[in-house]
């Protein structure tokens, strides 16, 4: 037995042993063991097959994450210094190791001798589907590393790595400090008529950390969303729309200062010359390899067939705005700085709904009950709550699955309320994944986190209907991964999904939350135990849809541009193309045309630093997966135990161990088509 907690992967983590000064020895060890176990696999002794080679190759792999997975965690939910300080040292070496692995030319022919002969020799259909689908996804991202190339070619690849996350991360320097480089200071409470009192005393506080008078406003979400949303007095939302717009540009009021135009374009050439070197026309194309959408013209059709749908609804959204804002005194015309702000006034005179008017109806333990009666119903589990098992905090719960044969199939933490020392929002993660062990196969375990307001003043945790929706939302994340059949952890549960499929089984849960037939299971007052009232509900139903066109179309005007962007940039025009390119995708979807001065791509962090580059499509790729699959619970009940079980064995059970296409074939019965979504917003009759 180790003393190191963490080197004990026999079972759950030790959460109340890990100490930060157990981290980094861990780490280091399981690296050491990790080198020194695949030298000596890779140093040609072994059988070159699945069994003698590939499996203990992965089972590495899953070691090394199943040992960093608490940390990480506990990194997340319950941070301090010295396990910060832990985690820090601990991830350039994790990085490094990966990079070794995949620039590790033996791996590589190991991978390819094991794949090559399971397909050349009769005993092919030795290999299970998953185990050749863990192969190929290996190969590709080999090619993918640049290992294929002739070595002056690899050290290029190599240096274009380098240099891009270096542009990457000076795009998003210069976005921050830009944002933060900006604030408005007023001791004119007139000045700010018509903002939320919650808005007011964050302005205060950051006027009071600032060492200045009155109320600061910001560029942060919070304060710019509110001003927008709010503020009545219009030449206050201007002046905040525009330094806004030309953050980290050549434009406005910090002109020149951080100007991201040619982060932009090294960006971009380097991506492009990247997917060059791998024999791919474009980025777009490069980025699509790991991807379910099959090709670029699929991704540009699927976008413009959504906006062929949706504009006329958007420009007729926008033509009653502006017919709205005439009556108003002094919108008219109406301005790229008023439409928030008239928005929603018009939403509040249409349905006046609230957010915090329908929390009594959704107490947690009911929301939570009734989240498990519906996944038993569709699926035939049951879900329950254990309570021996050590956790990171008390407010933490922890539940076993069973399926209806009594089989246990899942686990999970779920960690619901906001408190200090834990990351916001919400997501699921892994904590141990699927696998075949010895002599019996490993159950998955999740951990759910939210950052709900923890329950106060004698009431119990109470959540808007947002809140229901994201806990949904992550609940169906942790089914994919704790439904999971596969027994090869490599494209077990969430492993190996493609990304831009991954939100499908999440988005899908999310559409019980807005069904009356479901409603009941999962709402009830917290005091008099009243159902939500018909005619609330009907005002949220409706509500959902508030300028669904518009949104939809803005949300494609992102997308297209982004996906034309990697797909049509060309080195010999430079920066320049950027702007054209925008330019000519509002002409063709925008029903907004904003300033001249707007620079809306210089601050789209999503694609220069984040992660979606050629895939900001994919919210509505998802959205589409997930209401075209929804759309055969609503022909044949929402609850149809039948629907319920395809959904489980096409697509949750399966994991990454197939195409993504064929397992939603496979449920649907065809290819996903876009009508349900169009439905659903309002925007298709
Ligand atoms: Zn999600």
Redesign the pocket.
């Known amino acids: 037995m180790n003393d190191n907690p963490l080197l004990d992967t026999s079972g759950l983590p030790h959460f109340t042993q890990i100490r930060a000064e157990h981290v980094e020895p861990a780490v280091d060890q399981v690296l050491a063991e990790n080198r020194a176990l695949a030298d000596a696999l890779l140093s040609g002794a072994t059988t070159a097959d699945w069994r003698h080679l590939i499996a203990p190759l992965e089972a590495l792999q899953e070691r090394l994450g199943r040992i960093w997975s608490p940390v990480g965690h506990l990194h997340s939910v319950a941070d301090n210094d010295a396990l910060r300080v832990a985690y820090n040292a601990c991830l350039p070496k994790l990085s490094a190791y990966a990079t070794e692995c995949g620039q590790d030319k033996r791996r590589y022919q190991a991978y390819k001798t094991v794949s090559e002969s399971a397909l050349a020799s009769e005993s092919a259909d030795m290999l299970e589907p998953a185990q050749h689908r863990i192969l190929e996804n290996a190969l590709r991202d080999f090619r993918l590393s640049g290992i294929d190339l002739p070595q002056d070619k690899q050290d290029r690849f190599k240096a274009i790595m380098q240099a891009l996350s270096e542009h990457m991360a000076k795009f998003e320097q210069n976005l921050l400090d830009a944002t933060q480089a900006w604030h408005y200071q007023t001791d004119n409470t007139a000045e700010l008529a018509g903002l939320p009192e919650t808005s007011l005393s964050l302005f205060k506080e950051a006027a009071e950390r600032a060492g200045e008078t009155g109320w600061r406003l910001t560029l942060d979400a919070p304060s710019y969303l509110a001003v927008m949303s709010y503020a009545e007095n219009r030449a206050l939302r201007e002046r905040l729309y525009e330094a806004y717009a030309t953050r980290a540009s050549d434009q406005g009021p910090h002109a020149g200062r951080w100007d991201n135009t040619q982060e932009m374009n090294s960006i971009l050439s380097l991506r492009h010359e990247a997917a060059e070197l791998l024999g791919y026309d474009n980025y777009a194309d490069r980025a699509l390899a790991t991807r379910m959408a099959q090709d670029s013209d699929q991704v540009i059709a699927f976008l413009t067939d959504l906006a062929r749908h949706s504009l006329t609804v958007a420009q007729g959204e926008m033509a009653e705005l502006r017919a709205y804002a005439r009556d108003a005194p002094g919108l008219d015309p109406l301005e790229a700085w008023d439409i928030a702000f008239v928005s929603e006034r018009l939403r509040q005179e249409r349905y006046a709904i609230t957010q915090e008017e329908l929390r009594p109806y959704f107490p947690i333990d009911r929301v939570l009950d009734g989240l498990f009666a519906i996944v038993n119903r569709l699926y035939g589990i049951r879900v329950s709550p254990v309570t021996s098992i050590e956790t990171w905090h008390p407010d933490v719960r922890f539940f076993d699955i069973h399926d209806g044969d009594g089989e246990p199939r899942g686990r999970f933490y779920l960690d619901l309320y906001a408190r200090e020392h834990k990351r916001g929002g919400a997501w699921m993660d892994e904590c141990v994944l699927r696998q075949r062990r010895d002599h019996h196969v490993e159950t998955p375990v999740a951990y759910l986190t939210c950052n709900f307001a923890p329950p106060s003043g004698g009431k119990p945790g109470l959540l808007t209907h947002d809140e229901v929706t994201t806990l949904f939302?992550e609940f169906g994340?942790g089914l994919h991964h704790m439904l999971s059949r596969i027994d090869d952890a490599g494209v077990a549960c969430i492993q190996g999904v493609a990304w831009d499929a991954v939100?499908l089984p999440?988005q899908f849960m999310e559409n019980w939350c807005w069904e009356a037939e479901a409603l009941p299971l999962f709402s009830k007052h917290y005091e008099s135990g009243a159902p939500l009232p018909e005619e609330l509900l009907d005002r949220m139903l409706k509500a959902r849809n508030f300028q669904a066109g518009m949104k939809m179309a803005r949300q494609i005007e992102f997308a297209l541009f982004d996906f034309r962007l990697h797909r049509e940039y060309d080195p010999a025009k430079g920066a320049e193309q950027i702007l054209a390119l925008i330019d000519e995708v509002r002409k063709e979807i925008a029903v907004v045309i904003p300033p001249s001065y707007h620079r809306f791509a210089h601050s789209f962090a999503h694609i220069f630093s984040g992660g979606y580059a050629a895939g900001y499509y994919s919210y509505k790729w998802a959205e589409v997966l997930s209401c075209d699959a929804y759309s055969l619970f609503k022909e044949q009940g929402i609850f149809n135990p039948e629907t319920g079980r395809s959904f489980l064995e096409n697509i949750l059970e399966k994991g990454g161990s197939e195409d993504p296409m064929t397992l939603f074939c496979n449920f649907r019965g065809r290819e996903p088509q876009i009508d349900a979504l169009l439905q659903q917003s309002g925007i298709l009759a």
Request: net charge negative; hydrophobic share 0%; glycine share 0%.
């Open positions: 939302h994340h939100e999440s």
